[in-house]
């Protein structure tokens, strides 16, 4: 079977290179041509316009940034909608807004393709494995069609609803992921302010009730001893936005949503966007920091 891959970030590179491993026909384009040099090597065909990959393949994959990013590579000038891709399926994996993800679906029926949404659960680590969990929004045959390449991506696919549940279910998880790295912040602030070190303060949480599953492994991050990125303030930013909007049209208040929103614009100030998104407990940590230390 032909796939096609857009997007070859911190996710969809090891994504991409599992597909290969698995021996797919893979066919890759990216923004930045340069990141297209491991997959080519490990057998991929490269090419120059998302246009090309919808053309090359039967089973399309984008792992993108954002909706901006998503949008363009659908429906721009050479995008993956400009010519025939009636029979297609698209699997959009980004996280993006559920509003958009409709939008993207309508497009590519309006031409004669399928779409599913497929964001998924799990970071770098997790990729690499084989690991992620796929939160899928569409109907049971795309589902079905999908499954042998998200069997290669994933250690567990769920179907969560129509096209866009998908995307809904992934912004339900990253809201208390979001909020946990910001308590986190704080408590390690007022922890730190009355004397405690912070090691032992991260020791005793990892194993406590207040640890969570993403935590441990982010211990040296948040000490400062690594600076592995995978997953920057400026993508939690775009999630906590996509969070904030989705929870309001509900009416539902989204108090500490609000809060790590302005915590994370906060950061992106101080020229952190790009740093790992666990920079923002040490972040905190130094705008709260008490004289009396
Ligand atoms: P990333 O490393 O920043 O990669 C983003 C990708 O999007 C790159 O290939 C980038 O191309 C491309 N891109 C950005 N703007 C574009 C545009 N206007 N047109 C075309 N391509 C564009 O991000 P990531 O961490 O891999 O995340 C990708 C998606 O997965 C995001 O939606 C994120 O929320 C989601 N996600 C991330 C994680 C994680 O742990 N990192 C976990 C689960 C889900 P260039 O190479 O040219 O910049």
Redesign the pocket.
Known sequence: MNIGF????????PMAMRLLDANFKLTVW???PE?TTAPKKAGAIVVSSPSQVATRSEIIIS????D??AI??FKGNEGLLKNEVKGKLFIE????RPSTVKKLAKSCADKGAAFIDS??????GP?KEGR?MALVGGNETNLERARPVLEVLTRRIVHVGEVGQGSLM?LVINLPLAVYWYSLGEAAAMGHAGGLKLNVILDVMKDSGASMAAFPKKIPEILGESDLV???I??LY??VEFILETGMDSRVPMTATQAVLSACEAAKKEGLGSADATELVRFLMKNYENPKK
């Open positions: 857009l997007g070859l970030g911190k996710m969809g590179m990216n923004r930045s990141k792992m993108l940034n954002d901006t990013a363009e590579v994996m980004s996280t993006l964001p998924v659960s799990g970071t770098v990729a992620l992934k995978t997953f920057d400026d993508t775009k999630d």
